[in-house]
């Protein structure tokens, strides 16, 4: 990233001096051009002020001066004098724009190539009083010459500033990256006080995330841990009394006491192991089918289904409300009415009530799932949706609960983009609302 962002500032810095140096070079070119037309302009007026150019019939004799050239045309276009060439080996100069312009507005100039000198040169041109034209004129190599010799010296001061601002780059680069680097090797640090302003919410997002990623690898490992602990219970049983009544060593009696525990955890196995396909199979899914359904009707025939399970329990259970159609996945609906009911059964006391509504608010759908039981504590408010948590374990273990339920619901919860909220109090029941 360093090498990089250093060649990055390199190129922009190159690119800049070179566009600099570019302008620099128009603009002093056209300031020049302007300085050398106003001193051939200043240059044409001094000559005619001295008046050796009055009388047209003088011997004009006279040298160019800092490499001007002095020319004197008489009115018929004829070169009367020239510091440059000999008048003899001279064209007529009456059609040169310059001397063209001067007779009919006293003034001309023009920058264009010499038909005599072979070279492109600046031109002004003045009438005089007696009717002839003056003419100065200056090569424009001359010029070019001057603009070329600060090529040299413009071009090793850029060599110096690219040279100098790709040092400084690094420098600069290193300083500011290093606060980076440093925030980057102490990201467990909450505490760590973020260097520029501008980086903190992403330091915060960064945290956040790397907070969650720890997490989730924690959860994983819990739930390896778990699921191994949780297959080994009803195996070991199975295995164990299996081998008991291998042994031949059990009565008849015996022998089906130990038949129905082997039958008890062969069906704990299997729901462990369904709730576990069924959580992976909720990590895994990206798109959820949805359909219209009644949420009521769907919450009648759970209710129903698990009533004969409250009855054993010495359990109330009771539903509320009336029809509401929602948009929903069916089989995911299903599978969270059975885990809020079964577990407010479950979790219940002996006479204790179970009340289930299912109600249609302004825009929203509210499902309640409201218990007597045992109630949980608000530390354990936080961890009943991870999975194998349990608040009563050998209430729990006894009663056929997997700890799987609560995070199956809030899986189910979160596909349907809805909302889960809990109150509950220790020794006086639960509530959980579902609001879609």
């Keep these: 990233m360093k090498k990089k962002i250093n060649i990055q500032f390199a190129i922009i810095t190159m690119v800049a001096i070179i566009f600099t140096m570019i302008v620099s070079v128009l603009v002093y070119s056209e300031l020049f051009q302007k300085e050398v037309r106003e001193n051939l302009r200043i240059c044409a007026y001094e000559l005619k002020n001295t008046g050796i150019f009055d009388d047209p019939k003088a011997d004009y004799t006279m040298k160019a001066v800092d490499n001007v050239r002095i020319t004197v045309i008489d009115t018929d276009g004829t070169v009367a004098f020239d510091t440059n060439a000999s008048i003899g080996d001279l064209d007529n100069h009456g059609q040169r724009p310059e001397i063209q312009k001067a007779l009919q507005n006293g003034e001309g100039e023009i920058m264009r190539r010499s038909a005599t000198m072979k070279k492109t040169a600046f031109y002004f041109a003045l009438r005089l009083d007696n009717g002839q034209v003056l003419r100065v004129a200056k090569e424009a ?39 980076i680097e440093h925030m ?173 509504s299912v109600n249609r608010e302004e825009e929203q759908v509210h499902l309640t799932v409201e218990d007597t039981g045992i109630g949980i504590s608000q530390a354990d408010q936080e961890r009943v949706f991870e999975r194998f948590y349990r608040v009563d374990k050998s209430r729990s273990k006894s009663t056929g609960g997997t700890g799987l339920g609560l995070a199956i619901v809030k899986h189910v919860v979160q596909c349907h983009g809805a909302k889960l909220n809990m109150q509950s109090q220790l020794g006086a029941g639960t509530r959980i609302d579902v609001i879609f």
């Design 141 to 179: 190599s001359n010029v070019w010459s001057m603009l070329s010799a600060l090529s040299l010296p413009l071009g090793l001061m850029s060599a110096a500033l690219i040279l100098v601002s790709v040092i400084l780059t690094h420098f600069l680069t290193g300083s500011i990256l290093k606060p």
């Design 184 to 356: 980057a090797s102490h990201i467990d640090d909450t505490e760590e006080e973020v260097t520029y302003r501008e980086l903190e919410p992403f330091m915060k997002t960064i945290r956040k995330q790397h907070e969650d990623i720890v997490k989730s690898s924690q959860m994983r490992q819990e739930f390896t841990a778990n699921v191994s602990h949780e297959l080994k219970t009803p195996l070991t049983a199975i295995s164990g009394y299996a081998e008991l009544i291998a042994s031949g060593m059990t009565s008849g009696d015996d022998t089906i006491r130990f038949a129905g525990e082997i039958s008890k955890s062969s069906n704990r196995l299997l729901t462990l192991i369904n709730d576990i396909l069924r959580l992976s199979e909720l990590d895994a899914s990206t798109e959820v089918p949805m359909e219209e359904l009644d949420l009521y009707e769907l919450a009648e025939k759970c209710v129903s289904m698990l009533q004969i399970n409250a009855e054993k329990q010495n359990v109330t259970l009771m539903l509320t409300g009336k029809s509401t159609r929602m948009m929903a996945n069916r089989e995911m609906m299903e599978e969270l009415l059975y885990n809020l009911v079964s577990n407010a059964i479950r979790y219940n006391r002996p006479y204790g009530n179970v009340v289930v």
